[in-house]
Nanobody
Framework: QVQLVESGGGLVQAGDSLRLSCAAS????????MGWFRQAPGKEREFVAG????????SYADSVKGRFTISRDNAKNTVYLQMNSLKPEDTAVYYC????????????????????WGQGTQVTVSS
């Protein structure tokens, strides 16, 4: 099992960009499927983006498609979420998630499929 620590959140204005990072410690990161989720106040946690452990497959929520990009650097045990053209509705706590024992090509999109979670980082977008 890996331990996950998110960073890079903050307060920005609409239209700005942020890059979130999720650093993993523990063995086997390069064979973990990774994902980003977010949870706004009063709302359920929702899928944002996912990446397979071979980094060849990605998936995005419709609400962020074309604006957000997920990537990973297995040498650094880190997954990133580049967020461009941020909107006030992107305001939420963003969580990183990881799961092992997944085929190399598979992208996970459901929260219940992930076994490891970070503590989250707050992203606030002002209008």
């Amino acid at each position: 099992q890996v331990q996950l620590v998110e960073s890079g959140g903050g307060l920005v204005q609409a239209g700005d960009s942020l890059r979130l990072s999720c650093a993993a410690s523990g063995r086997g990161f390069s064979t973990y499927a990774m994902g980003w989720f977010r949870q706004a106040p009063g709302k359920e946690r929702e899928f944002v983006a996912g990446i397979s452990w071979n980094a060849r497959s990605t998936s995005y929520a419709d609400s962020v498609k074309g604006r957000f990009t997920i990537s990973r650097d297995n040498a650094k045990n880190t997954v990133y979420l580049q967020m461009n053209s941020l909107k006030p509705e992107d305001t939420a706590v963003y969580y990183c998630a990881a799961e092992a024992s997944v085929p190399s090509w598979r992208v996970l999109v459901k929260a219940a499929e992930f076994g490891s979670w970070g503590q989250g980082t707050q992203v606030t977008v002002s209008s």
